[in-house]
DNA sequence: CAGTGGTCTAGACCACGAA
DNA sequence: TCGTGGTCTAGACCACTGT
């Protein structure tokens, strides 16, 4: 149907793929600037930059703002596992930030507490080398995390002792458009989708114990989720 | 940070995002032509375009080529329940078409069966409404789809007879870009990302029974998976 | 400072949709 | 056919990065 659409910025954005992807044009590498890509191409730095915004968009290219478009590095893919109430990847260095704040917005809701109460909020960034993989916020009530607890492992280790046991973990995912703060933070373009994932942990009691807003770049990270099925399968009613 | 960047057309984006969400501009609405928005605000029609860009990538504009710009309206949106082997919403109308065909490509290794064995394809396009809703491939070795069957719930109650029960499903969630093909059927912009969803349902028997490519658009759906914990959760040793 | 990308202009021409 | 959006040009000027 429309599949001559062959406008120029795809063809040259299919050339450059390939120079890429043959590795004509090497990972890390610098492009050539836009002015002489454009030359080269004769065509428009407005048409050229369409082409780069193509790559970019399947994450190829990373444009850096004064300085050039490089050819971005393969990217080590992560998965998160769901329904195990871990964060994204064990073996990943992660920045921690901790912060006291009370509940607003969606977070009285999601954590079943009344607003305005009082919460500790981890902002957790991973790292994988160099480039970031994933970012989080963990909400925790402020009476479970006590003082000293700087990452949500030694919350976690501290509360495993007298309190009541987790009976349920929910976990929503949605894909969107990350916010700025998003895109600087796991270095993606505006326009690289992100998977979201809500996790709300509820202990025996139906105690809201931990929510966790987790970001995931769509470009090298997905999500897995195993049900095991006990024999109890007749008809699923619904 | 870089909080001051209001570009033109991100001033025009928000001028037009107020009337919509004042009812300004009705939804539905077509918009006046970008020539007579490019006049009104004394830009030019690429800036013009660039700030309907912004509000399509948010899903509350919808281009119509050779006709306008029109109020999008209000969208209804579709949970995803995981874990249950059933396919997006029940309540939608679906348009099912089914075709023969040899596995190729990821099939094999995703439904665990010999390259060129004979499957059975299942493509749903679910309505609400006027407006799609979900996209979904579904994949069935072609021995398990008795000729006749010409929907997958139909399929489902014929083989919950004298098959083996099912035992895994298992459901892998990624954010990304739509096709064409998709962004076509879903009515979604190229920048707006799709939740893409796989489902294998395996057997007690180790055999892949189903396999499904589930495409749900970002900006009105989302997936929940809810995972009961049992009383054994001593030391998540991971 | 020089070189880079970011934004914008004021047109032009093409492709599509509806009457 | 005519009005719509889609693409493109050949510049201009600003903002950022590195030396």
Redesign the pocket.
Known sequence: M?RI?T?????IADDLRRQISTGHLKAGER??????LATRY?????????A?ALLQGEGLVE???????YVRRPLRRITYVGGSGTSPAPPLRATIRTTHLEAHGDLPALLNVPPLSPLTEFLCVSQDGKAPHSMARIYVPRELAPAGCTSPEQLRARLAGDRPPLSEIQERLGARLPTQEESTALRISASMPVLSLTRVATDITGRVVEAALIVLPGDRADALFTTRLMANEGTPTE
């Open positions: 429309t659409m406008s120029r910025r795809h063809v492009l050539p600037s836009e002015a002489q004769t065509v428009s730095t407005p048409t050229l930059r369409g780069l444009k850096i703002h004064g300085s050039g478009n």
